[in-house]
Each structure stands twice: as structure tokens, then as C-alpha cells.
């Protein structure tokens, strides 16, 4: 490395940073050559013009001596850290850009004296104490003597590029869970399956049950629900679910949960509510909606044990391009932005990356499954909206929901669905899980119909080609080995063109449920369904 001529340092007095700017240029990432060989009268004009070009470089460049005092502080630096050239020279590099991270600059400091030069990310801060990325690139210069005098530092700002690179990988992260949680959720529901079935069906059955007996059916019935619950929150997760959507005024969900919230959460916590008038409708599952919110107020609940302030706040947002540059989830557009903000324990920095992950929970082992954020997300980008998350510790935390809006007028509209015997119809019911055929078998025959079993596509095929003109309606999975559900499908629906099938699936995957519905299947019976979600199913297609 050029020795520095410390001896010129002196030289122009008033202008003690400028002989440093002479000797250190060759090392700054500029491709403008300059002239150092310039002497006497022209030295000074010279060197204040290799001055005014370090104040128009783009990245921060500063030097300091090696009590880590600052000597020379160009413009960028004072853009990209806030401190103006006055501030920041005589102070020390550790009382202006480091606040709990020393270590790292120590660890560059010993580096750069041994080898002469360091090149590496540093976290850092600002004079606002926002915290910020840099790739940092550290150059040592010596005096005549060759003796260690300076450290001239060059910083680039990443804090940008490193926030979208954490989303990328995070958006990595979650799609490969959800695509692990669906096919897990999918064996779950053909366990659950029978196990609900038969705890709904033996009462009917066994009329000599004993009370004992019966409550522990119940308990049994009870339990496998909860366990459904489970897995439609992990669907949530990995696919959404695919419920009928609406078009929903956010205002009226909101002031459900404030109602509850206020009936049920400790009068330790304060609720505060500011949702603006004439706000936008979404079109979503309300149910889902309303699952999300509560979840959301739920987790402040528990962050707040000693009490606090939770506010809901609900407006109109619109975002522009630029906003889409600084966070890939969003596009440009309309949104409700719906806003949970508590004053609780606060998220740490090491684990707010990984909050959205199933099972991930800071909670007790029996306060929480660690699906209540896993959940929020699944359905928030199943409607084609984004979440964003601010916190830190001892201060709260700050959820922003962003809901795609739609111009459309809301509207209110239920349909009841009576649920009736069967009348001898005959129904092919087909599935590979041998439990949930004999199971399902029982019940239709215990409400009035008569059944027939096919374990796969093909057997299913075969036992229609004999009594299609006496099957009323096919009950069929989607997901078996040897023949799939869907082409099963297209071949029963070549033998016969007005064929009546249900189409069943314990993963509920909207591309499969899109290629049934595409070859005329018109009813769609998630696993674990109950006794009268197929009772129901099945009469809404018959009549």
C-alpha cells in the first residue's frame, strides 16, 4: 500500500483534512483519475476540487485517526447517517455509529491494523437511532515511515436490499411449510375422519348406552372437532381455505370483536377503537376475518399480562409503485389497512422473522399451538393481502392488515339448507381409507340410504359401468392411488354426461377442486366432515 507523506498534513492551514484527501483518493471507488503530483500555488485549488468531488459520491466516506476519532466526514455521510460534518469530527466512531453492536467494529478495528484492509456488512445507527445495513470497506494508511496512522472507511447502504432479500427467503420459507403442512393436514383429516363419524354414529346405533358412556362419546366427538379445527387452521396456512367469499364492511366485523373483547379481556386493558366512515368493502370469507382479528387481539391480550392499551384502527389506503418497492408483497392499488396496535412485551429482533411459522410460539406449552399467526397470514394472502409487522421490546408491537378493497356495494345473503332423510337412493361412495368408507357407509344407511363401496378410481369405474342407471349420486376423493379422483371423474363423466358427484378431499387443494368443478362436479365435501355436513351435502344435490 502508498505510504502517506504525514509530513504534508500541515501544509495548508484551514484546510487540515485536505492533504489527507490528496494522499487517501486513490482509494476511493470513484472512476474520475486525479493528479497528485500537483505542487506549490496549484496544490491547494487542486485538492479542494478532489474535496468537492468526495461530496458528491454516493456512498459515505470518512476517516479517522487510531483513537477512532473522526478528522474528515463527506456529504454522503452526513445524508446517510444524519450527523453534519461539524458533529461528527473529533467524535469517536463508537459514540455516533454504534450502539449495543461494538463488537462487530472492534472485530474490523484489529482486522484492518493486521492485514492493512477489511471488507464486510456492519450494522449501524443513525443520529435518529434508525438502525441500518452497510457494506463497509476498511483501508489502512501509513505515514512516511511506514507506521499505521489513519483508517479511511467507505460505507454503502444496504438496509433496503437486506430488508428484500428477508422477504424473499421468508416467502421461500413459508411456501415450502405450506406445502409440508397441506400433505400432513391431508392424512390428518382421513384419521379424523372416521373417528368423528362413529363417535356421531354409535349413539344412533347403541340405544343402551350408558349416561357414563355417552359423555365419553361426547368428549371423544368434541375432541376430534378440536382436532379439525387444527388442521383447517394449518389449510389456512398452507393453501387458504376455500370458502364462499362475500363482499364484507370491515366496520361491522370490527365492532364484533370490539364487543367481545370488551366482555371478555381484563379490565386492566384499554380498548381503543378509531375506524373512519365511508371505508371500502373486501370481498372475503367473514368467518376468516373474523378468525384473523381475533387471533390478532388475542396475542395482545397475552402480551399485555399487567395491562395496557390496545388500539384498532381501520381507513383507506392507497398504494403507489414506490411503496411496491419497498415491500414485493403488495401491488399497486386499493386496500383497508386494519391496524392491532398494543403497548405489551414487545417481539425480539432474533425471532419476528419467524412469528408466521407453524408451531412457532414463545408461549407455554399449554397456551398456545403456534398457528394463530401462521393462520392470520394463510388467509390474508389467500385474499390477495399482505401483513406487516412492527415491534420492540418493552414497548409493544404493531400489526398492519392490508386488504385488497373493491368497489363493489356490499350485500347480505344466507342460504338455510333443511336437512332431510334419505328415500333408498342409491350412492357410490368411493375412498381408499377402508375407516372412512365403512364409517360413511353407516351413516347414509342409517338416514336412509343404500351404499355401495369402491376403494379406488378403478374399482369406482367398474361398479358404475354395472348400475349407473340405479346410482343416484357418486361420493368421490380426490387423492387415491392407481386412479386419481379427477380422472376417475372424467370417466364416469363420458358413461354418463348428467352423473352427480361429490367431490371429497382431506387437503382441500384448490387447483384439484378447480378440475373437478371444471368436469361438472358441483358439491365439495372437505375431510373431516360430520354427519351432517354429508347428510346436508348430499340433499342439497338430490333436491
Not at 399467526?373 to 388467509?379: A, F, N, P
Request: hydrophobic share 40%.
Amino acid at each position: 500500500m502508498e505510504q502517506f507523506e504525514f509530513s504534508n498534513f500541515q501544509q495548508i492551514k484551514g484546510q487540515q483534512d485536505l492533504p489527507i484527501l490528496d494522499k487517501v483518493i486513490n482509494y476511493l471507488p470513484l472512476s474520475v483519475p486525479f493528479d497528485t503530483t500537483v505542487v506549490d500555488k496549484s496544490a491547494e485549488q487542486k485538492i479542494r476540487e478532489q474535496a468537492v468531488l468526495l461530496d458528491v459520491v454516493t456512498d459515505a466516506v470518512f476517516i479517522r485517526g487510531l483513537d477512532n476519532k473522526i478528522i474528515y466526514w463527506n456529504k454522503a455521510a452526513e445524508r446517510l447517517y444524519g450527523w453534519t460534518g461539524e458533529e461528527a469530527v473529533e467524535k469517536k466512531v463508537s459514540e455516533i455509529l454504534y450502539k449495543d453492536n461494538k463488537t462487530e467494529q472492534e472485530t474490523a478495528f484489529l482486522a484492518v491494523i493486521k492485514v492493512g484492509e477489511w471488507r464486510g456488512e456492519l450494522n449501524k445507527i443513525t443520529k435518529h437511532n434508525k438502525n441500518i445495513t452497510v457494506e463497509s470497506h476498511w483501508k489502512l494508511l501509513r505515514d512516511e515511515t511506514g507506521q499505521p496512522k489513519f483508517i479511511l472507511t467507505v460505507d454503502a447502504d444496504m438496509t433496503e436490499k437486506k430488508q428484500l432479500e428477508a422477504q424473499f427467503l421468508r416467502t421461500q420459507r413459508l411456501e415450502n411449510l405450506g406445502i409440508l403442512a397441506g400433505g400432513i393436514a391431508h392424512d390428518l383429516n382421513n384419521i379424523l375422519t372416521p373417528i368423528m363419524t362413529i363417535a356421531q354414529l354409535l349413539p344412533l346405533t347403541l340405544t343402551n348406552i350408558d349416561e357414563r358412556n355417552q359423555r365419553m362419546l361426547r368428549i371423544l366427538e368434541a375432541n376430534t372437532k378440536r382436532g379439525a379445527d387444527l388442521v383447517k387452521q394449518i389449510l389456512s396456512f398452507a393453501r387458504g381455505n376455500e370458502e364462499k367469499c362475500s363482499l364484507i364492511q370491515i366496520a361491522h366485523l370490527l365492532l364484533d370483536v370490539e364487543q367481545i373483547i370488551k366482555g371478555t379481556f381484563p379490565k386492566s386493558i384499554e380498548i381503543k377503537t378509531d375506524v373512519k366512515d365511508n371505508l371500502w368493502v373486501v370481498s372475503a370469507d367473514a368467518t376468516q376475518l373474523h378468525q384473523v382479528f381475533m387471533n390478532l387481539v388475542v396475542n395482545a391480550r397475552d402480551a399485555m399480562p399487567h395491562g395496557g392499551i390496545l388500539t384498532i384502527t381501520a381507513e383507506n389506503q392507497l398504494i403507489d409503485e414506490n411503496y411496491t418497492k419497498m415491500n414485493t408483497q403488495a401491488k399497486v392499488g386499493s386496500y383497508i389497512l386494519v391496524t392491532f396496535a398494543d403497548t405489551g412485551v414487545g417481539i425480539s429482533k432474533d425471532i419476528i422473522n419467524k412469528i408466521f411459522d407453524p408451531f412457532f410460539t414463545t408461549k407455554e406449552v399449554d397456551k398456545g399451538t403456534g398457528l394463530g399467526l401462521s393462520t392470520v397470514l394463510g388467509i390474508i394472502k389467500n385474499n390477495r393481502g399482505f401483513v406487516e409487522v412492527h415491534s420492540e421490546l418493552q414497548k409493544g408491537s404493531i400489526f398492519k392488515i392490508y386488504l385488497p378493497a373493491t368497489n363493489q356495494t356490499a350485500s347480505i345473503a344466507k342460504d338455510n339448507v333443511s336437512v332431510a332423510e334419505g328415500n333408498g337412493e342409491i350412492i357410490l361412495f368411493v375412498d381408499d381409507e377402508v375407516a372412512i368408507s365403512e364409517v360413511s357407509k353407516n351413516t347414509l344407511e342409517n338416514h336412509g340410504y343404500r351404499v355401495l363401496i369402491a376403494n379406488d378410481g378403478i374399482e369406482a369405474i367398474a361398479i358404475y359401468a354395472q348400475n349407473k342407471l340405479t346410482i343416484k349420486v357418486v361420493i368421490m376423493d380426490l387423492m387415491m392411488p392407481s386412479l386419481d379422483g379427477v380422472t376417475a371423474i372424467q370417466a364416469l363423466r363420458k358413461m354418463n354426461p348428467d352423473v352427480q358427484i361429490i367431490a371429497m378431499s382431506g387437503s382441500n387443494f384448490s387447483e384439484e377442486k378447480t378440475q373437478a368443478q371444471n368436469f361438472g362436479v358441483r358439491e365439495f365435501l372437505p375431510k373431516p366432515f360430520t354427519t351432517s355436513d354429508l347428510l346436508n351435502t348430499l340433499h342439497m344435490l338430490l333436491h
